[in-house]
């Protein structure tokens, strides 16, 4: 049995990728993961320049998938690279993530899990057959103050819940989406790469998670509403979407990519009869509590009166904000948790069941709109 350090290999997230650094600082973070290797970039000639880069072993820079896969099975099993995070773009994460998890690697996956629900479905099939950890990283599940607010809602804090939404608002698509050759140079508005959505898959369902994941509440209905701005353009990079949950309690996830002026504007938000609660992620280390007739409060990191959950999320005293890279950072430090078999809480990491439950949204989001704007099951 493996002990120790966990060899990491990475799937892209080299020189140039917008995730590949929150990834690697991440891993670190909670003094659980060594970088070993991997397919750091679609360019091997750059992918073995960025392994030089940070001093790893030149034979641990492979070409491609096939090339690690082959490379990494043929050292004696306490060398080998354990866990695999695949940080490619949308298209990539199935088809590997499938083969990686049928040699038996635990998997750390961007998301979209999948472009399907019924290959997400199937990966889940196969990851359980395997028994192996797959960790999905819907990063902001990894604040402490976005778990303090799942602890807070199970314990209570709110009554019984009556209403909820989530707003993700980022305005970049804005300049390129005006114009067709410049939208020709984002691989987010192309559907082979990015797959059936750009804005719900990408951002959309981020905000889906984070409702269920602080409320434990499941959605099973939807009523969505997307743009794709123009008739040209295949995908949506706007959509507002109405949410009941199996217990009847309504809400909305609002999605935007041409929010123009927005950088990453996540707003989540969750009343009950007795009190609300909301979190931002752009000033992601308050959490402000709201009670009927009562001055409203500001809850801060790392704060006695805080969970056990939130607390343990949280590295340093009041005061020191951390951030997203600390976010991924509990999310890695869970996913080792599970790899090595020690004991974890509930919502630890996202796995491959939040994945599915995400590209069910995600279908039944087009599928609604498509429809005319009606109710559809998740
Ligand atoms: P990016 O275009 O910046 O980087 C993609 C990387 O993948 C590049 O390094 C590229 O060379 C590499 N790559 C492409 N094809 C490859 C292949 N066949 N083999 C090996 N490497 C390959 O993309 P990005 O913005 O970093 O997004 C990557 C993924 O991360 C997407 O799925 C996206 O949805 C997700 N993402 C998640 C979050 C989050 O908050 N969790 C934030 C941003 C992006």
Redesign the pocket.
């Known amino acids: 049995m493996n002990k120790g350090k966990i060899k990491l290999g990475l ?10 650094p ?1 990834h690697r600082i991440a891993a670190y973070m909670g003094e659980r993961y060594d970088l070993v290797g991997g ?5 091997y000639e ?2 073995k320049a960025f392994a030089e880069k940070l001093e790893l072993d030149a034979s641990r820079a492979y070409k ?2 096939d090339d690690f896969i082959s490379g990494e099975l043929s050292r004696p099993a306490d060398e080998r690279i354990e866990a695999v995070s695949i ?4 298209f ?2 199935y088809p590997m993530a499938k083969r990686l998890v049928g040699e038996g690697f635990h998997v750390i996956c ?3 899990i999948t472009m399907t629900a019924a290959e997400a479905v199937e990966l889940a099939e196969l990851v359980e057959q395997k028994g192996v950890v797959f960790s999905l ?4 599940t990894g604040y402490p103050m976005v778990r303090q607010m799942k602890a807070m809602i199970a314990a209570g804090a709110l009554g019984k819940i009556h209403k909820m939404d989530a707003q993700y608002y980022q305005g970049w698509i804005n300049p390129f989406i005006h114009e067709k050759d410049k939208r020709a140079g984002v ?1 987010r508005l192309d559907p082979a790469k990015s797959g059936q959505s750009c804005c719900f898959g ?1 951002i959309g369902v ?1 905000a889906f998670n984070l409702l269920e994941y602080t409320t434990g509440l499941t959605i099973n209905k939807v009523l969505a509403d997307i743009n794709t701005l123009y008739e040209d353009n295949p995908l949506d990079v706007d959509g507002t979407a109405l949410v009941r949950t199996t217990d009847g309690v309504r809400g909305i996830v609002r999605a935007s990519q041409i929010a123009t002026g927005e950088e990453n504007n996540i707003v989540v938000t969750v009343y009950g009869d007795k009190a609300g609660l909301r979190w931002e992620q752009e000033n992601p280390t308050y959490l402000k509590f709201m009670e009927e007739g009562k001055p409203a409060q500001i809850l801060k990191p790392g704060n006695p009166y805080l969970s056990e959950f939130s607390l343990e999320s949280t590295k340093i005293a009041p005061g020191h904000p951390e951030g997203l890279f600390d976010a991924m950072g509990n999310i890695y430090s869970g996913t080792a948790q599970a790899i090595r078999k020690e004991s974890y809480r509930d919502g630890a990491f996202p796995t491959v069941q939040d994945g599915v439950r995400g590209m069910n949204f995600i279908e039944a989001v087009l599928e609604s709109s498509k429809n005319g704007q009606v109710w559809v099951s998740i």
């Open positions: 799937i892209g997230g080299g020189p140039n990728s917008f995730i590949g929150v397919v750091f970039d679609i360019d750059q992918s491609d998938l940080l490619t773009p949308n990539l994460h961007e998301k979209p990283t819907h990063t902001y691989w990408d981020h």
